[in-house]
């Protein structure tokens, strides 16, 4: 089944020390989002690509980066988590040709800072 | 900018009854997308229904339907026959223009047997 796969399903950084989440895609959709959510609060976005375009979200830390290599894989860098870095990282995926606009997300990656 | 309001953080209903979940929303477009999304526990938000503003039809689903006041900026989802497996979070999304979603704040919705 065509699916957004997320790795690691959980993963367990230190303060300070660099953390990298990916997202993988067989949908072949052009769009990919990278969203926090802190427990039991709203999605927020983080930034998204536009096929290869980056867009930034204007109060997202400098601290966080990403990657699209290809139009299957996107990764989540985060150069130096903090706790207040701890949360649900959730990566979606939107296809913009078909006038729907649904996004599909996967089922996060939960982040430990220690 | 768009902001989404969901003014139930906890509704609960019993098992075969049905839920009103409400959500407003605040915007100066004409043209937008609205959504209801699901978040069961430790699992994957999907997608429940999708009203486009330009139609006047209220979107149905099997059990769940919407009404899509726009006059009122108002979009409410309504569960009919709450199963068990409806027990999860709710999110109410808004999506204008830049393929971005704006969510509201969620209602958690529990179904009680």
């Known amino acids: 089944d065509a699916m957004v796969i997320q790795n690691p399903r959980y993963q367990v950084t230190q303060f300070g020390k660099p953390v990298t989440l990916s997202c993988s895609q067989t949908?072949?959709?052009?769009?990919m989002y990278w969203y926090q959510q802190k427990s039991s609060q709203a999605p927020k976005l983080l930034f998204h690509?536009?096929?290869?375009?980056?867009?930034n979200e204007a109060d997202t830390p400098d601290n966080f980066q990403s990657r699209r290599p290809n139009t299957s894989f996107c990764f989540l860098d985060i150069r130096s988590p903090g706790l207040g870095d701890a949360a649900m990282y959730l990566c979606?995926?939107?296809?913009?040709?078909?006038?729907?606009?649904?996004?599909?997300f996967g089922p996060g990656t939960r982040l430990t800072v220690t | 900018a768009q902001t989404v309001t969901q003014s139930q953080p906890e509704m609960s209903v019993q098992e075969a009854e049905t839920v009103t979940l409400s959500c407003t929303y605040d915007t100066s477009e004409n043209n937008y997308y609205l959504f209801w999304y699901k978040q069961p526990p430790s699992r994957q938000m999907i997608l429940v229904i999708r009203?486009?503003?330009?139609?006047?039809q209220n979107a149905t689903e099997n059990r769940f339907s919407v009404n899509f006041q726009k006059a009122a900026k108002s979009f409410s989802l309504k569960i009919s026959d709450s199963q068990l497996g409806d027990t999860a979070m709710y999110f109410c999304?808004?999506?204008?223009?830049?393929?971005?979603?704006?969510f509201g704040a969620g209602t958690i919705l529990r179904v009680k047997s």
């Open positions: 949908l072949n959709h052009n769009v």
């Open positions: 999304a808004f999506m204008s223009y830049g393929n971005k979603l704006v």
């Open positions: 009203q486009e503003a330009y139609k006047q």
């Open positions: 979606a995926t939107s296809r913009d040709d078909t006038g729907s606009y649904e996004q599909y």
């Open positions: 690509y536009y096929d290869k375009d980056f867009n």
